[in-house]
């Protein structure tokens, strides 16, 4: 028979006409010394030389990493990375927006600009670190909101006067999340505020036979404001 000694330990035994053994078991990434001994029919032994043999090492996911807000506009959402590493190498990083994969980058990039995207939305992200083997890593899930948007442009047209007034009228505008106010200028400075569906104002109380300028700002619920032609 052939005695087979792991470490310095018996582990196994093999019939006399046997020239291998597999050791299984074992912890992976380690390192073990082997001799074995030769056994003869008077139970005399001769022993072989040592050898030392490790493990393999497993392949391993990539490290976790830490996905990081970024900044915005009313149609984009812009967030980086810390780069992560693996056994293998990091090959590319899988982008999700809202559980969908959107898209992938190569595996030393660190950054995405997301586009395309409506205005006061919000969005969640996570992304996948991917190695050499298939293997990936989810990093954590950030939320973010597309910026708002001022509201659309609309147009001031004059209306009917009197001695002491001026009649103003206004196309009403959109936004993505409302008009609340309408303010109204005189000669630039402000005078008055309606309500957001208003869509007219008379300036009265004025010098009869005089000349006055006017415009109207459209104020959203984020209070950005656009202002209308004089």
């Known amino acids: 028979s052939y005695e087979i000694y792991r470490n310095g330990s018996l582990v196994g035994t093999t019939a006399g006409n046997a020239n291998s053994y597999n050791d299984t078991g074992l912890a992976s990434s380690t390192a073990y010394s082997y001799y ?12 072989s030389n040592v050898i ?11 490290n976790p990493f830490i996905l990081l807000n970024g900044s915005n506009t009313i149609t984009s959402n812009s967030f980086t990375w810390t780069n992560t590493g693996d056994d293998v190498a990091v090959v590319a990083y899988e982008i999700y927006r809202n559980g969908v994969l959107l898209t992938s980058t190569a ?8 586009t395309g995207l ?49 009649s103003l009228t206004w196309t ?27 869509n007219s104002y008379v300036d009265s109380g004025l010098a009869s036979s005089t000349g006055y300028s006017y415009y109207v700002k459209a104020v959203d619920g984020a209070g950005l404001k656009t202002q209308s032609n004089t």
Request: glycine share 8%; charged share 15%; net charge negative.
């Open 52 to 62: 030392n043999m490790r493990t393999l090492t497993p392949n391993q996911a990539p």
């Open 118 to 166: 409506a205005s006061s939305t919000a969005y969640s992200y996570y992304v996948k670190a991917v190695d050499g083997a298939g293997l990936k890593t989810q990093s954590n899930t950030v939320t973010m909101t597309t910026a708002n948007k001022a509201p659309n442009e609309f147009t001031l047209s004059v209306g009917s006067s009197t001695t002491t007034s001026n």
């Open 172 to 198: 009403n505008t959109g936004d993505d999340v409302a008009v609340v106010a309408y303010e109204i200028y005189r000669n630039g400075s402000f005078i008055t505020s309606t309500s957001g569906s208003a």
């Open 36 to 47: 074995v001994k030769a056994v003869d029919g008077d139970g005399l032994k001769t022993q």
């Open 107 to 114: 595996g030393d990039a660190n950054s995405y600009n997301d």
